[in-house]
């Protein structure tokens, strides 16, 4: 089991204390497609952060100036954060952009995020600062790793001691999930980061063993916190790869943890529906999953069809049912607040529930496993050491068991705040516990995550959860994994609102998509009880997501129009 020490007491300080006692040891494998990978032992880790620092102490950054850092896929993410932390500055991963974005908008939203944001001095390679140029707020200072001093020059050309920290000092701004001039930055103290991987470590039983293995990127809650900075504290090994050189071959991970002999595995719900189907039967030559003791769903609704699918796929590759694994948090908590499974700890619990109940009554009333109106709901598991949390009504009163009400969380990793915006911040609490926005019911102490209270859909009094329609009609063959949206649309003459679907399929012909418009009537008619108004088939990429990778149902519904020229179906 995990034994981290309390001292040192910030990440600072645990980088140092890395690179001092086990200097040789590697910390960092980054994997790439189009050259060989690079590794990084703590001492180079320690060694690079520091030629960042000098970097921007000569660009004029101070204690709690913020940093932005929009680097690729590299082996300079993590030395060019930690290296704002030397010099007590807060560091801040934004998103990268890739070819699935359109830069025109990703250059307006990023503008707004840095307005509020603020940053002393901005991280990124050339080409993207060429792309970008005239087109970012003026002040901030424009870096970039070819700026640093080469890495043979002396230890004379790196910042000296750090700046004195305090556990309470701001450590880093960790930007909640949302299109990109919307996201709000989460203050996060070292205290914070800290007690939050402290917990997760111990409930998993990592230690210096560990090696996890993630495409997840640093901008997001789980790279950062649950894999980079882990590893910084426990003194393990990660491997990294590029989301898109995952997304492209999917397979690739599997190789990655087959050679590494990974222990963990970070992936959130879409990714099991989407290895399982994307993941070809010859690719799995040569695999071996067996030294896998964590594989984690979260980072968004979980669904019990989601890992049978997987588990399916994989469990003549070594894959053990006792590995897989439920977390659940958001940034504003750093990221886990609860757990569930993994390394033989309590398996993950499934509830049979009365659908019909559930979405006309907002009630989870068990039922019987063969029943005919069963719908699975898979647990989020029991609140962490040093949090706690309630079900509350819009009185804030507690909602009794079984009922669905809003998630609640006190925790002692909780953010100091959102940086800039102390407007959100007051909306966000209520004394002591944050307002998460999700929905939930409790059976004991193991609770229920069922959806965003914001994206409820109320059909003719039934409640529709829109990742239930989602996950339904990913299901067919033609689909694209992670590439569908349900939306409400209030209809003022049929008082109540109305649902639309938008779905990216593979392949143009018009067999292939009239059976996709049959399958989602008929399907979500026969399984949820309820009528679809409107299907769209929308050419791949076209749907916008969060820059975790989630669904932006406002912008797609903004967008719809442009869809409105296809013949209503």
């Not at 940034?331 to 757990?339: D, G, I, K, S, W």
Request: aromatic letters at 8%.
């Amino acid at each position: 089991m995990a034994n981290i020490d309390k001292k040192p007491d910030t990440l600072v300080g645990w980088l140092r204390e890395r690179a001092a006692k086990q200097g040789d040891r590697r910390n960092a494998r980054y994997v790439f497609q189009d050259r060989a990978e690079v590794t990084l032992t703590f001492a180079q880790l320690e060694r690079r952060s520091r030629q960042y620092a000098s970097m921007y102490q000569k660009a004029g950054v101070k204690k709690g100036d913020v940093v932005a850092i929009l680097l690729e896929h590299s082996e300079d993410l993590m030395p060019s954060f930690h290296g704002a932390q030397w010099l007590g500055a807060i560091p801040a991963f934004l998103q990268y952009p890739t070819s699935r974005l359109n830069l025109q908008r990703y250059i307006s939203d990023l503008s707004l995020l840095l307005e509020r944001s603020r940053p002393r001095a901005i991280v990124m390679f050339a080409n993207l600062r060429d792309a970008l140029a005239g087109k970012l707020p003026p002040g901030a200072a424009l870096l970039t790793p070819d700026d640093l001093i080469d890495s043979d020059l002396g230890d004379n050309e790196l910042a000296g001691d750090p700046a004195p920290l305090v556990p309470e000092d701001v450590c880093c701004i960790q930007y909640s999930s949302g299109s990109t001039g919307l996201q709000k930055g989460a203050a996060l103290s070292h205290r914070a980061v800290m007690n939050e991987t402290r917990a997760v470590a111990n409930y998993f039983h990592f230690d210096a063993n560990t090696r996890f293995v993630t495409w997840l990127p640093l901008y997001h809650d789980w790279g950062l916190f649950l894999v980079a900075l882990e590893s910084v504290m426990l003194g393990c090994e990660y491997t990294l790869m590029a989301p898109h050189h995952w997304m492209g071959k999917p397979a690739s991970i599997l190789h990655e943890i087959t050679k590494d002999r990974a222990t963990c595995y970070w992936l959130p719900n879409f990714a099991f529906n989407y290895m399982a189907q994307r993941v070809k039967d010859e690719e799995l030559a040569g695999v071996d999953l067996s030294s896998l003791t964590v594989v984690s769903n979260g980072a968004e609704p979980c669904f019990y069809e989601s890992h049978e699918m997987f588990f399916d796929k994989f469990k003549n590759v070594g894959l053990r049912r006792e590995s897989l694994a439920i977390v659940y948090g958001m940034a504003e908590v750093v990221n886990t607040v609860l757990a569930i499974g993994g390394t033989g700890n309590e398996p993950i619990v499934v509830d049979c529930i009365d659908r019909k109940i559930f979405q006309e009554e907002l009630r989870a009333v068990p039922v019987a496993a063969d029943s005919t109106n069963v719908q699975r709901m898979l647990s989020t598991g029991r609140a962490l050491p040093g949090t706690e949390f309630r079900l509350v009504d819009d009185q804030f009163r507690d909602v009794p068991e079984r009922t669905i009400g809003e998630v609640v969380f006190k925790s002692d990793a909780r953010m100091h705040g959102y940086h800039g915006n102390q407007d959100a911040t007051k909306t966000a609490f209520n004394g002591d516990w944050y307002i998460t926005g999700d929905m939930g019911y409790r059976v004991g102490d193991l609770l229920y995550v069922t959806g965003r209270k914001k994206d409820l859909i109320i059909l003719g009094g039934n409640n529709i959860y829109p990742q239930d329609v989602e996950e339904l009609i990913a299901t067919h063959p033609a689909v694209v994994a992670g590439r569908v949206a349900a939306l409400g649309i209030v209809d003022e003459k049929l008082g109540t609102q109305k649902l639309i679907i938008i779905c990216e399929t593979r392949g143009d012909d018009a067999e292939t998509k009239r059976d996709v418009m049959r399958f989602i009537r008929r399907e979500v008619q026969s399984r949820l009880d309820a009528h679809v108004d409107r299907v769209y088939l929308a050419p791949q990429r076209w749907l916008i997501k969060t820059s975790s990778g989630k669904i932006a149902r406002k912008p797609n519904l903004a967008r719809l129009h442009e869809l409105e020229n296809q013949p209503a179906v």
